[in-house]
């Protein structure tokens, strides 16, 4: 492992500098073939974390367990953070007509707890779309420890059919002016829903209720199609070397 000091680094020369970070060693890019991948990771375990996560929030970081990361890898600047920008989001013709298709759905939103229920659900979602990927071959354990094990405030939201089957589950953080989609998953044999776009619609929804200004989805991949639904949530801004960015096209 590398050590770095946030001042050495000009966009986050503002943040906690007493922290420690350490960059992970190279491994394969999981969304670009032949280019490798290292993170820059410091723990959030202390009594700020809240605070200092906010602030590594603006700045292009993300949370995994009671650990906040970002891609600083060698020659690549292709993972751009993203967010929606909540109050001008454009609700396309598309959008209201999913909104009406799924109005029939019950939503939960809830202190972060695992069930096995959930797990069955997160299980084949795994199976059916990432086929051989890590997360598919993590146990109950493993995906408990991912929804349960946060030193920040952290909600898990179900979303059941009138029969109360659970057809969606998402866990997100939440932050002081924002909401933070960790991880989703939904039934993948139900097609006409379409669920994965419909969580991100209830949470901008629901940001707005709050009165919050931004949904943060991750990281955006040009190069990968896996990625590529995020560019529908308009506006979308990207944490660029010069700030947050309307990114073209997303006006």
């Known amino acids: 492992f590398k050590f770095y000091k946030l001042k050495s680094m000009n966009h986050l020369s503002k943040i906690h500098l007493e ?9 394969p890019c ?28 603006q700045v292009g970081f993300r949370r995994s367990h009671g650990l906040a990361y970002k891609p ?4 690549c600047t292709s993972c751009v953070p993203v967010r929606i920008r909540v109050p001008d989001f454009k609700w396309t013709r598309t959008f209201r007509r999913m909104m009406k298709q799924n109005v029939d759905l019950i939503s939960r939103d809830m202190i972060a707890h695992a069930t096995k229920e959930q797990y069955n659900l997160f299980h084949r979602y795994q199976r059916f779309r990432h ?17 349960e094990h946060s030193p920040i405030e952290t909600r898990i939201i179900e979303f059941r059919d009138i029969h109360e089957a659970l057809v969606g589950v ?8 924002a909401l933070s989609a960790v991880y989703s998953v939904f039934d993948p044999s139900i ?18 209720e709050l ?12 190069e990968s199609s896996k990625m590529s639904y995020k ?7 990207g944490f660029t070397t010069k700030g947050w960015k309307t990114l073209r096209n997303s006006a």
């Open 30 to 57: 999981p969304y670009i073939p032949g280019r490798t991948e290292r993170k820059l990771v410091t723990d959030l375990v202390a009594k700020n974390a809240t605070e200092f996560y906010e602030e590594l929030s």
């Open 211 to 222: 009165k919050l200004s931004y949904i943060y989805l991750g990281y955006w991949v040009k």
């Open 191 to 208: 097609k006409k829903r379409g669920l994965g776009t419909y969580m991100v619609l209830w949470m901008v929804k629901r940001a707005k």
């Open 131 to 147: 086929t051989g990927g890590e997360m598919a071959a993590m146990a109950f354990r493993d995906f408990q420890a991912m929804v």
């Open 170 to 177: 998402m866990l997100a953080d939440r932050q002081k002016d």
């Open 72 to 75: 600083v890898c060698p020659n």
């Open 19 to 27: 922290k420690q970070f350490v960059a992970t060693r190279a491994l």
């Open 231 to 237: 560019e529908r949530f308009r506006p979308l801004e």
